[in-house]
Nanobody, 115 residues
């Protein structure tokens, strides 16, 4: 059974940093592309970052490029999202997701960027 558990969210001031983590289980993490999505209030869930199976390839939506860094540890089955220079528009619930296992979402972790 695919399980994704996100953690690390919280309240942070604009310009601050947070590091999100996702613990994956129930599938072959080492051979799975992993992604981070977010959903702001009143909007649809959007993909913001992707990392290949080995971590050699990453890609980001323009709005977070240069500020967020996705990484993974295939020995620990974790995928992290380092978020720097946070803005109020980054406020959202953040989810990790394995595209190969459609529909399996975790509970997400809330990030609030506010002074």
């Amino acid at each position: 059974q695919v399980r994704l558990v996100e953690s690390g969210g919280g309240l942070v001031q604009p310009g601050g940093s947070l590091r999100l983590s996702c613990q994956a289980s129930g599938f072959n993490f080492r051979t799975s592309t992993m992604t981070w999505y977010r959903q702001a209030p009143g909007t649809e869930r959007e993909i913001i970052a992707l990392i290949s199976e080995t971590g050699d390839f990453t890609n980001y939506v323009n709005s977070v490029k240069g500020r967020f860094i996705i990484s993974r540890d295939n020995d620990k089955n974790t995928v992290d999202l380092q978020m720097n220079s946070l803005k109020s528009e980054d406020t959202a619930v953040y989810y990790c997701y394995a595209p190969a296992f459609s529909g399996n979402w975790g509970q997400g972790t809330q990030v609030i960027v506010s002074a």
